[in-house]
Structure formats: C-alpha cells, structure tokens
C-alpha cells in the first residue's frame, strides 16, 4: 500500500473497560480497521485522565483504576477514514472522536518481516 501526502488522523478516546459485543472495545475498532485493510492502527494506554463526566481515572497506587483511558489512532487517506468511521460509528457509544488532516511523509513496512 501506497501512502504519502495529505491523510487524516483518526483519534478515538475511550475507556479500557469499554466493550462491543461483550469483546473489549479498543480490541474490536483494531480489528475492524485491519479487516478494513486501513494501513495501521495504534492503541495507547494513558496513565491518568478524565472524560465528559469528569471521573479521574488513575494508575497511582492509592486510586487504581481498571478503566484507563485509551487512545487509537489511524491514519490512512481521507477516504479510508471517512470509511472507517461510517462503520464503526455506533460501536463508540461514549467517549470522543477526533479527525485532523496530517502530512504523511513516509509509510514502510520492513522487507521480508512478518507482522
């Protein structure tokens, strides 16, 4: 797959405990994107954060939480995105979905490395 120039990244805030279908959430929106033949996807666990009804989620000692903020993020071309989101648009019931254009530079895969 080829991809340079302009794209989209695709940000989707939610919760680790966040579930689709009795699977977790973060597990199901990765999945889709590789069925989807998107050119990646990334989840990244937060260490400390709150959303839209203001409940701190922590990983210190004393407030350990089992609900960490997560964070994937795609990026692929436009119209992949737009794809994408089309689809997995009811998956995300709660949580925050964030698009901006971004300049894509260089995207790689090592020769001869299975994934």
Avoid: C
């Avoid at 260490?47 to 203001?54: D, P, V, Y």
């Amino acid at each position: 797959m080829k991809l340079e120039g302009e794209g989209k990244l695709l940000r989707i805030f939610i919760g680790e405990s966040d579930q689709w279908d009795h699977k977790p959430l973060y597990e199901e929106l990765v999945r889709k994107a590789r069925a989807m033949g998107l050119a990646g996807a990334t989840v990244i666990r937060g260490i400390e954060g709150f959303g839209a009804n203001s409940r701190l989620h922590t990983t210190r000692i004393l407030r350990l939480s089992e609900d960490l903020p997560l964070v994937i993020e795609v990026v692929d071309t436009v119209e992949n995105i737009d794809r994408f989101l089309a689809e997995v648009d009811d998956m995300i019931e709660e949580g925050m979905v964030t698009v901006e254009r971004v300049e894509v530079r260089k995207y790689q895969a090592s020769k001869g490395k299975d994934e």
